[in-house]
């Protein structure tokens, strides 16, 4: 039953709040035929309250005394706007729609999106979850209460590179789309929001789905999938401005605008957003900046949208993290790194006096950047009572560099000729080189979606996607002490990528019984890779003059099937279950930087089976106070065949190194509740407990002696859990208290205590104050306080070992700290 949105929109929904609070439901129904009109969307002073369920009726559990505005919406229909006046007694309303209005921007998405029928673990968040955890920190952060999710921040801030595991997998395995448009790089699978910085600004609507889920475009989802949207419209004009300032030099600058709707047809919305900071780190700034406009047209069923967005981002490189000895201070360890070529006496120097904030670059420009457009055009089509198509055009442009300092480099390592000076022969030179990606991405999706609107038993959509990617990948020399035979922007490797994937995909959900509905997901996807040209590894055993070649032909085809059933046991209680098969490639990384020569990367291949069980109570009674309650068990077992895994080590660009194992598996249960009383006070918690087995790990021992066992996967952690307590003592003004913890990791696959991150707890505090003077329709002013108890931790790192003098292996061990105690305000106004 579509009674609620998920976990803190209800809250969201009853602004304005008062002592006297009293629930308000009612029915809706076609204007002509009178018949229901289940999933229509209900809004409470511009925040989704409720849906309505198969019989077209909804509750809002409470709704605060004051003068309220009800917005009505369902595709196919014309919006109703009432006004509403809260009062301590029930209210029950009847409600019809006219038909004839406009779809709306989410039907473009909900082909992709799971719900209750389809027997899967999602999170759905709305624009005003988002806003009120939005200080400026990059996407993830934002997601941090959400089931499994753990973040990291190379910078230790959250702004700048950051990333997001869930269930222990990283973006690599999480699949992400924009309004049904892959936004993973089709070659790394990687997911780098630093590249749109601020999106969140823009998203209208976001679901996460664990597991694999339903059938998505773009790569297969091995962990999760982020679903985002910024496809609502606003039918009025509108002009905001959002602006953070905080630690480490921390300045956020938003500003949006639309015009509302236009003559009946037109919209016009768009953003401007700037982010910098310093990091916590030290050399590890960020300076992004991005834009996002849209453009629509809408006329009785049709909506047509274009949007162009962009981000371009100069991050200095953090990517090296800190070795271990900067944060224990150990100077034995220290000199340990010095003796084996890991550190030279000046970095040790440097490590000595910034400890954990170590940065192992000086270079005043060591930086990436790059930037990024994308252009999208969607067309979304009523085709009479019971079908609408959704189809999208979209281009992705890609373009920027790395840029390093190298000291003391081999000539014939950048394929230069030696240098003579009179009778001296120069072998190396001191040079600044840059790592060039120039890349395109394009292609198209649709779907076709049957939802009848008399008789919602049957609901189904037909999908499907073509993409192509082509991508340049080379590297300049800008400048060098001695120049050789070189020119300027001397090139030194070059090679291009082609990757074409289509995939078509039949899902539909039919409710056999009142109780009992089913759910079947049919998905074929067929991929084709190409590499040609060489890279730069010089340490590699078959390099000449600096490059390997790196020609790589692969093909594959996948088809992966999913099912699942549900069953309504009472009134706001299910019972769920589904099993499904998710298969993908390998990333360009396991192509170009195999650990062995002769390891050809393959495929992998996981079965996924999910179970739950979720109760919601809209009216429920706490120590006789009207409140709301919603509960979650979901059991989980994610059974892998060839899993690629990290090793716990990196490539020169900060790419983790994976290898495949045969079997291997995650298993465990997840844990959500939320339970608001009169919207003063509210407990919203999570916890994931989990196992994650590598089956026979091959340990090695030495550098030839290997013993097999079963073994924890690298970076998952087996307890996981987030935990918000938020209360409103006055009008306006709400308090949060952000609780976070992550058990142990391990920076590889032997499960050693020596090798690992250590379990780590952290508390945020939130606070929100909107004030609505006549001037203007909101002044909002917040503070947000990260690490209150003032913690050192460390969220992500690597690892690498070889053989050392005693024979056994020396092992050196690398982090990323976060953050200690910081702070951002903002001021937000909207007009």
């Given amino acids: 039953m579509k009674n609620l949105l998920p976990t803190g929109v209800a809250l969201l929904a009853l602004s304005g709040p008062a002592w006297a609070q009293g629930p ?10 009178g018949t229901p009109l289940p999933g229509a969307t209900i809004l409470l002073d511009g925040a989704a309250s409720a849906a309505t369920d198969a019989a077209g009726t909804f509750t809002i559990p409470a709704v605060a005394a004051g003068a309220h505005e009800l917005r009505i919406t369902f595709v196919g229909y014309e919006p109703l706007v009432r006004p509403l006046q809260g009062q301590a007694e029930a209210q029950r309303l009847t409600a019809a729609l006219q038909p004839g209005g406009v779809l709306t921007g989410e039907a473009l998405v909900t082909a992709s999106r799971a719900n209750e029928r389809t027997a899967t673990a999602y999170t759905n968040l709305s624009k005003e979850d988002l806003a009120k955890r939005n200080f400026g920190q990059d996407l993830p952060y934002l997601l941090d209460q959400t089931p499994s999710v753990v973040v990291t921040s190379d910078a230790g801030a959250g702004v700048g590179y950051t990333d997001i595991r869930i269930r222990g997998t990283s973006t690599t395995g999480i699949n992400m789309t924009i309004n049904g448009v892959p936004l993973n790089d089709a070659e790394s699978r990687g997911a780098f929001l630093v590249n749109l910085p601020d999106l969140a600004s823009s998203v209208s609507s976001l679901q996460v789905q664990r597991g694999v889920g339903t059938s998505q475009n773009g790569g297969a989802a091995f962990g999760a999938s982020v679903n985002i949207s910024t496809l609502d419209n606003r039918r009025e004009a509108y002009g905001e401005t959002q602006n953070s300032v905080g630690s480490f030099g921390t300045v956020k600058n938003t500003v949006q605008f639309g015009t509302g709707l236009v003559s009946g047809h037109f919209t016009l919305d768009g953003r401007l957003s700037r982010i910098k900071s310093d990091g916590y780190m030290n050399r590890a700034s960020s300076d992004l ?3 996002y406009f849209a453009a629509g047209y809408q006329q009785a069923n049709t909506l047509l949208k274009f949007i162009t967005f962009s981000g371009r981002e100069k991050t200095y490189q953090a990517w090296n993290g800190v070795p271990e000895p900067a944060l224990t ?49 969607h067309l979304s089509q009523g085709l009479g009572q019971d079908w609408n198509l959704g189809g999208a055009l979209h281009l992705t442009r890609g373009f920027g560099y790395y840029e390093s300092y190298r000291a003391r480099r081999r000539f014939l390592n950048y394929g230069l000729d030696n240098v003579v000076i009179g009778n001296q022969t120069l072998t190396r030179t001191d040079l600044i080189d840059r790592k060039w990606l120039d890349n395109y991405f394009y292609g198209g999706t649709f779907a076709l979606n049957y939802q009848p609107k008399a008789d919602d038993r049957l609901q ?3 999908g499907g996607v073509w993409n192509r990617y082509d991508g340049d990948h080379y590297g300049e020399i800008i400048w060098a002490q001695y120049a050789s035979n070189g020119a300027i922007r ?29 759910y079947g997901d049919l ?10 040209g060489t890279e730069h590894k010089p340490d590699d055993p078959s390099a000449v003059r600096g490059v390997v070649d790196v020609r790589t032909r692969a093909r594959y085809t996948f088809f992966n099937p999913k099912a699942g059933a549900t069953l309504t046991l009472a009134e706001g209680q299910q019972l769920y279950a589904s099993f499904a098969v998710g298969q993908r490639e390998p990333v360009r990384s396991d192509f170009t930087d195999r650990i062995a020569a002769d390891a050809v990367p393959k495929s992998e291949r996981l079965t996924d089976l999910e179970g739950g069980y979720r109760l919601s109570l809209p009216n429920a009674s706490v120590l006789g106070t009207r409140a709301v309650a919603r509960l979650e068990a979901n059991l989980f077992y994610m ?8 090793i716990g080590q990196l490539n020169d660009v900060g790419t983790p190194l994976r290898t495949n194992v045969a079997r291997s598996y995650r298993r465990g249960v997840e844990l959500t509740g939320f339970l608001s009383a009169n919207d003063k006070i509210s407990l919203s918690s999570t916890l994931t407990l989990s196992q994650n087995r590598i089956r026979g790990y091959q340990e090695p021992i030495s550098d030839s002696t290997f013993i097999a066992r079963n073994s924890t996967i690298s970076y998952s952690p087996s307890a996981v859990s987030a935990h918000t307590l938020e209360g409103q003592p006055l009008k306006g003004l709400r308090l949060a208290l952000l609780y976070k913890t992550v058990s142990r990791q391990y920076l590889d696959n032997s499960e050693s205590l020596n090798r690992s991150i250590k379990p780590y707890q952290v508390l945020d505090f939130r606070v929100r104050y909107a004030l609505r003077p006549q001037f203007v329709k909101e002044i909002e002013l917040g503070l947000l306080v990260n690490n209150v108890l003032n913690r050192e931790y460390v969220a992500n790192g690597y690892t690498y070992s070889y053989p050392g003098a005693s024979g056994g292996l020396d092992t050196f061990n690398w982090y990323y700290p976060q953050a200690t105690r910081n702070f951002l305000v903002s001021v937000g106004v909207k007009l």
Avoid: C, M
């Fill in 24 to 33: 308000v439901s009612g029915t809706l129904t076609d204007a002509q035929t």
């Fill in 289 to 291: 900046k991005s834009y």
């Fill in 329 to 377: 201070g150990d100077q034995t360890l220290l000199q340990n790194y010095i003796d084996n070529g890991e550190l030279t006496e000046a970095d040790a120097v440097r490590v000595r006096q910034e400890g954990r904030r170590y940065s192992s670059y000086t270079y005043d420009n060591q930086t990436d950047n790059y930037q990024q457009n994308h252009y999208q055009l």
């Fill in 460 to 462: 189904a959509t037909l």
């Fill in 490 to 518: 001397q090139r030194y490797y070059f090679n291009n990528a082609v990757k074409t994937d289509y995939n078509g995909y039949a899902r539909a959900t039919w409710q056999v019984l009142p109780q009992l509905g089913v």
């Fill in 523 to 532: 998905q074929l996807r067929h991929i084709e890779y190409a590499i040609d």
């Fill in 639 to 646: 059974n892998y065949r060839n899993q690629l895994v990290s």
